[in-house]
């Protein structure tokens, strides 16, 4: 897959698709199918989806939809303090959960694993509130996740340790739009 698939404002921006929209979508529908299989015990309680803002908006919208299981979607904001592409594990939350999780199914659904740092911070965080459960599905992960292990239940895609846009990702807040995963032109890094 080497087009960019897009023809929308930042098309021209990108260097290479890493996973293309199709794919994407084909993966999410997987993805349900492996989650509805989790938690057939409990179809009485609906499970608690928790997207981790901004990168996670759009995989929570496409995923929640193709969940065959009563879900109740809720988000959080962490800013994890470091440069724009790189993350230091000292997490701060911007915007907390609405509601108590004492006693019900987390699903935490990332858009991206790369060091592991801030989901490890969030996935302890959580677990002080005492639900029944925290999993987590992440629709990307990358290989440098190893060096901070977090258990997670189901992962999408693994690709390579490269900075990537798309898909509800931004640089500089922008590329998020873009229905594909994929590497920005070096010269896009030079003119930001
Ligand atoms: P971690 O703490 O696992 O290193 O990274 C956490 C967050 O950093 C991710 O949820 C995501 O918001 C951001 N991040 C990590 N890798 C990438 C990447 O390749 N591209 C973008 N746009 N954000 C990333
Ligand atoms: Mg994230
Ligand atoms: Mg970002």
């Not at 921006?13 to 794919?23: K, L, Y």
Request: charged content about 25%.
């Amino acid at each position: 897959m080497t087009s960019p698939e897009s023809d929308g404002p930042y098309a021209a921006d990108i260097e290479r698709v890493v996973v293309s929209a199709a794919d994407i979508q084909e993966k999410i529908a997987e993805l349900a199918r492996k989650v509805e299989a989790d938690y057939q015990a409990d179809t009485d309680s609906p499970l608690l989806l928790v997207g981790v803002l901004k990168g996670a908006f759009v995989f929570m919208a496409d995923f929640a939809r193709e969940l065959r299981h009563p879900a109740e979607v809720e988000f959080m904001a962490v800013s994890s303090y470091g440069s724009s592409t790189t993350s230091s594990g000292v997490v701060r939350i911007l915007k907390d959960l609405d509601r108590d999780i004492a006693g019900r199914h987390v699903l935490v659904v990332e858009d991206i694993i790369d060091s592991g740092l801030t989901l490890s911070w969030l996935l302890r965080n959580l677990a002080s509130r005492n639900p029944a459960s925290v999993r987590v599905v992440a629709l990307l992960r990358k290989p440098d996740a190893v060096k901070v292990p977090v258990e997670v239940a189901h992962v999408g895609f693994d690709i390579p340790n490269e900075f990537v846009v798309g898909y509800g990702l931004d640089y500089d807040e922008r590329y998020r739009g873009l229905p594909f995963v994929g590497v920005l032109k070096p010269e896009v890094y030079g003119a930001a």
